[in-house]
């Protein structure tokens, strides 16, 4: 309950490519963009916190 995954190390060879599964497939999940996304926006448009603001409230509707 307390990980995502779980990686058993049989051979160093299976385990890091297993490991580079598990972090490209994370790399482009949903939650991963959406916090990407909405940290640039939040820093390229902090002057402008109420367009930032309004541009995050579309997708969360």
Not at 12 to 26: A, C, D, F, M, S
Not at 28 to 44: D, G, K, P, Q, V
């Amino acid at each position: 309950g307390q990980y995502d995954y779980i990686l058993i190390n049989d051979t160093v060879e299976k385990t890091v490519r297993r490991l580079g599964q598990i972090i490209h497939g994370n790399r482009y999940s949903r939650n991963s963009m959406r916090a990407f996304l909405e940290s640039y926006i939040e820093s390229e448009l902090a002057p402008q916190s109420d367009l930032a603001d309004e541009i995050l409230s579309i997708g969360r509707d």
